[in-house]
């Protein structure tokens, strides 16, 4: 007995704080994603596409209503402004103006360009949840632009329909500051990077106001995304989000 209990304790655990360790992961990048997200908010930001010979800046505003329901609005610039990209649950929708179209958007279309940008569809809807979506496991503690980090893997469920093959995210130990998310292809291919800095207060949070998009296959290639206002935690409805908000929110 007391030789199958030295075998069999060790075993169960490792298999303990292995089960732990994914519990915690979890629960970091829950953090970390409610403190950007919250329950709803309204933001409006300014968004630089940069590319090796030219660049162009769009403003918009933004609404949620965690976790089903989104929706933005292009202010700037002029032959853009009005149009409209809606969320509601799985399904998504662009309206256009200049053509007083509303155009669904299929899921295959989900990893296209949004605005061409390098932000994707479902990256600009958050149309997959990072908490739900992925089984998470702690790989260890790492310094990043000085923070000390939680460094996290993100693989996708069999069963979640997702576009990454894996996400590997630096999140601070001090605050659950999403810092740094690197997405990755299901060949293991890493695509692009999304960096957070400037942390600051805003909306009564601190939180990284500064987002950068660098695709790693595009050289002098990124986008810029940067709050310019956030409020948490706004009193807003359901049929706020609806096509037919779509065609007169301003």
């Known amino acids: 007995?007391?030789?199958?209990?030295?075998?069999?304790?060790?075993?169960?655990?490792?298999?303990?704080?292995?089960?732990?360790?994914?519990?915690?992961?979890?629960?970091?990048?829950?953090?970390?994603?409610?403190?950007?997200?919250?329950?709803?908010?309204?933001?409006e930001l300014m968004m630089q596409v940069v590319k090796p010979d030219w660049s162009r800046e769009m403003r918009m505003k933004f609404w949620s209503l965690e976790p089903e329901y989104g929706l933005i609005l292009i202010t700037e610039p002029a032959k853009d402004k009005g149009m409209v990209t809606l969320k509601r649950d799985k399904e998504v929708w662009n309206w256009i103006p200049t053509v007083h179209r509303v155009i669904k958007i299929p899921?295959?279309?989900?990893?296209?360009?949004?605005?061409?940008?390098?932000?994707?569809?479902?990256?600009?809807?958050?149309?997959?949840?990072?908490?739900t979506d992925y089984e998470h496991s702690l790989l260890g503690i790492e310094q990043y632009e000085g923070y000390d980090c939680y460094k996290i893997q993100m693989l996708p469920k069999p069963e979640a329909g997702v576009v990454w093959g894996k996400i590997i995210t630096w999140i601070a130990k001090e605050g659950y500051l999403q810092l740094r998310a690197d997405y990755y292809d299901e060949d293991d291919y890493l695509v692009k990077s999304m960096l957070g800095s400037k942390v600051q207060e805003m909306g009564g949070r601190t939180i990284p106001i500064h987002w950068e998009m660098i695709p790693h296959d595009q050289p002098g290639q990124k986008t810029v995304m940067e709050y310019l206002t956030v409020e948490f935690n706004i009193d807003i409805d359901e049929s706020f989000f609806s096509l037919q908000n779509m065609k007169r929110v301003r």
């Open 1 to 43: 007995m007391l030789r199958y209990a030295k075998i069999v304790m060790p075993v169960l655990l490792l298999i303990a704080g292995s089960h732990t360790s994914a519990q915690d992961a979890k629960e970091i990048v829950k953090k970390a994603d409610e403190l950007i997200r919250a329950k709803s908010s309204f933001s």
């Open 107 to 131: 899921p295959s279309m989900m990893l296209q360009s949004w605005m061409g940008s390098d932000f994707t569809n479902d990256d600009i809807v958050r149309q997959s949840s990072i908490v």
